[in-house]
């Protein structure tokens, strides 16, 4: 058993975001990494703690290289990021992210991207530390027909919706927000 001396727990304690610790250590670096955002402090528009926020982020626009993360995908990191530095519970965090567009090649198994794009997936960090974190990563069904990308080089937790439309409309009747990033 690993027995660390007292101020090393309370240092290791000290560097964690307020609020409840995100479930993995690994998803936290990957979030806060990509959220990369200042934290504002003295806040006179304090966030709920006790709020149920539900957002869904509209991502059409894939990366800017494909050896790049797609930036709409920052967009649930960082609010996850400035949620646990703010002491909203995860459990109060319910995201979604809709993919289609330029983006639907993101979704893809590392051989299967680098099979279409000749580089490694550099979204695939990102995408799994959110689903890790809850998020739920929804793509287009007609999207992956339109580019003819094979449902089953999907990473494993991706949902397929009919459309994109048809996914932001039940998550609206869900009570999502929709933003777009």
């Not at 279409?116 to 069904?141: K, W």
């Amino acid at each position: 058993m690993l027995r660390l001396p007292i101020p090393a727990i309370l240092i290791a304690l000290a560097s964690l975001p307020f609020g409840a610790p995100p479930a993995d250590a690994q998803e936290a670096t990957v979030i806060a990494r990509q959220a990369a955002s200042p934290i504002a402090t003295d806040v006179t528009f304090p966030a709920s703690k006790t709020a149920t926020y539900r957002i869904a982020w509209a991502v059409n626009v894939g990366p800017e290289r494909p050896d790049s993360v797609v930036p709409g995908f920052r967009s649930a990191a960082n609010f996850l990021y400035v949620g646990d530095a703010n002491g909203v519970p995860r459990e109060n965090q319910q995201l979604a992210i809709v993919v289609w567009g330029s983006a639907t090649h993101s979704l893809l198994k590392d051989d299967a991207y680098r099979a279409a794009r000749g580089t490694a997936n550099a979204s695939i960090p990102m995408l799994q530390a959110l689903h890790d974190a809850g998020v739920r990563i929804i793509v287009c069904g007609e999207a992956l027909l339109n580019r003819k990308l094979d449902r089953n080089h999907l990473l494993p937790f991706v949902k397929i919706a009919p459309t994109a439309t048809m996914a932001l409309a039940t998550l609206h009747t869900e009570g999502y927000a929709i933003f777009r990033p």
